[in-house]
């Protein structure tokens, strides 16, 4: 029998690009690979791109360079090792990567990794291979052949993609050209894929799209069904004993997402909203199509369903034109939401998107101390909000043992990482624990007992902050 290839892979970007990379490590385990955490004893790497800021993308770059000492090294002892580039920057600028870096041997887009296997071979006979086309309905084995690989469980909770590509074309983002137009899953590929991680072990289903919430998919039924009847459809799958869904956007939160989270208690009640900015022209330029006012109802709608309901979001400072007013609304939209906690970017200008052409520029020095203070403003409200949980008794599905010794790590329904001391059968099991200190971001607590009160539900009130 041949010894097993090596496979090291290295992931950039969102959470697409963390399932994409299981899914290629599923994909080329049918071709006798073993992931290894190590690139220097690797056969094959592959870098998993991200094109969303310039800094994302400059790295692959940066970290080629590496790759190639690496690469020579290993051609020195006679061991051939391939490198290969897949993702968002292998999507858009696939020929510039294959002209400046001679050490690449595969570049593959996010639609078409699937034929890594024919790929590869295509790079032992004839040097080098690209491929980048669309459509997107192929990796989803619409398609036939080849087959993508089969979902393989990893632990306790798993991400299922079911849509893919935006049709919103922000102005300031590459995500509509790295990964094409919207498409979604139909409703029983979807529901075989959690029935399966259901039967091996998976608890926790996190669905995932660049616009999840614009999910359409077919269901058996003939209709289309939208993302609130996916939901409610999942819940009854036995093991699954949460739900979560990533990326939504403001504009496609419709009735039965909200009727989802009033009726399914396994859905969990921790929304990652981007809004970008408070600030209606700047929301108009980016082309977002919702105002402040918008966004705050649809946060209402939410907070009317379920009352310890928690959101995150996504912010950009220093879009085009931003003015100090301008990023002021920002703040005062933070101030009046009160998040669990946010993630905030300057503004990178990307090739080929409209905001890179417009003209009036943030300077560095303004979008530092833009972001600064708002990072400040975002910090203290998670803080407010973990500190909130010290002396309550939440529910906590236990995911593995954790580093110390003895401990046991699980996550809060807010996806708080929640430990305590415990044996390892609580594994992959829902329970009450009683919140004793906070490190850092982490919860600390102890089981509570079996007949404990049930979770307070005033924890909307902690989302308002400090
Ligand atoms: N589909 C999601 C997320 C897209 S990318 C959504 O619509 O919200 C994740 C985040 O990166 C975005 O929410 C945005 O805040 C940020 N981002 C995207 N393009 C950017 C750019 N050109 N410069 C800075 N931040 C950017
Ligand atoms: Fe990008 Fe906007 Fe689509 Fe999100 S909704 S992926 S920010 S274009
Ligand atoms: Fe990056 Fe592509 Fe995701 S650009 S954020 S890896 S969709």
């Not at 858009?92 to 990794?113: K, L």
């Not at 137009?181 to 996190?206: F, H, Q």
């Not at 900015?277 to 649809?298: K, Q």
């Not at 236990?398 to 809060?412: H, Y």
Request: glycine fraction near 8%; proline fraction near 6%; include cysteine.
């Amino acid at each position: 029998m041949k010894p097993p290839r090596k496979l090291h892979i290295k992931s950039y970007g969102c959470q697409m690009n963390v399932y994409d990379a299981q899914r290629m490590v599923d994909t080329l385990a049918g071709e006798g690979f073993v992931e290894t955490a190590s690139v220097d004893d690797a056969d094959l790497v592959i870098l998993n791109t991200c094109h969303i800021r310039e800094k994302a993308s400059e790295k692959v770059y940066s970290e080629l360079g590496r790759l190639r000492v690496v690469k020579d090294d290993a051609a020195r002892q006679g061991r051939e090792m391939k490198i290969a580039v897949a993702g968002c920057v292998a999507q858009a600028e696939g020929e510039e990567i294959i002209r400046r870096a001679p050490t690449v041997d595969v570049v593959v887009g996010p639609q078409s990794y699937h034929h890594l296997p024919q790929l590869l071979a295509r790079a032992q006979a004839h040097g080098r291979a690209l491929e980048t086309e669309f459509p997107v309905e192929d990796k989803f084995g619409f398609l036939a052949p080849p087959k993508p690989a089969a979902i393989r469980a990893r632990g306790i909770s798993s991400f299922v993609t079911v849509q893919e590509g935006c049709d919103k074309f922000c102005t300031f983002c590459v995500v509509p050209y790295t990964r094409g137009a919207e498409v979604s899953r139909p409703v029983g590929k979807i529901i075989d894929d959690v029935m399966r991680l259901a039967d091996n072990g998976v608890r926790e289903i996190t669905l995932i799209g660049q616009n999840v919430n614009a999910y359409h998919g077919e269901g058996p039924d003939g209709r289309t069904w939208p993302l609130g009847r996916l939901l409610h459809r999942l819940a009854e799958i036995p093991g699954i004993v949460r739900l979560r869904y990533s990326t939504s956007h403001p504009r496609d939160v419709d009735d039965s997402l909200i009727e989802a989270h009033r009726d399914l208690a396994s859905l969990m009640p921790f929304v990652h909203l981007p809004v970008q900015s408070g600030s209606d022209r700047v929301l108009a330029a980016m082309n977002r199509r919702h105002t402040a006012r918008d966004y705050h109802e649809v946060i209402d709608r939410f907070r009317a369903a379920r009352q310890d309901i928690a959101f995150s979001s996504d912010f950009i400072v220093g879009f085009p034109g931003e003015t100090e007013e301008e990023f002021s609304a920002t703040l005062a939209l933070v101030m009046q939401i009160g998040y669990a906690g946010a993630y905030s970017f300057k503004y990178s200008p990307r090739p080929g998107t409209p905001a890179a052409d417009m003209r009036e520029t943030v300077s560095a020095a303004e979008m530092d101390e833009r972001l600064v203070r708002l990072q400040d403003l975002i910090d203290s409200q998670q803080s407010a909000f973990n500190k909130a949980m010290i002396g309550k008794t939440v529910d906590v599905l236990f995911e593995r043992a954790a580093r110390n010794p003895g401990q046991i790590v699980g996550r809060t329904a807010w996806l708080q990482p929640a430990h305590v001391m415990a044996s390892p059968d609580i594994i992959g099991q829902v329970l009450p624990v009683t919140i004793e200190s906070l490190e850092r971001y982490s919860l600390l607590g102890e089981l509570a007992p079996a007949a404990a009160p049930p979770a307070p539900s005033s924890l909307s009130q902690m989302t308002t902050g400090a």
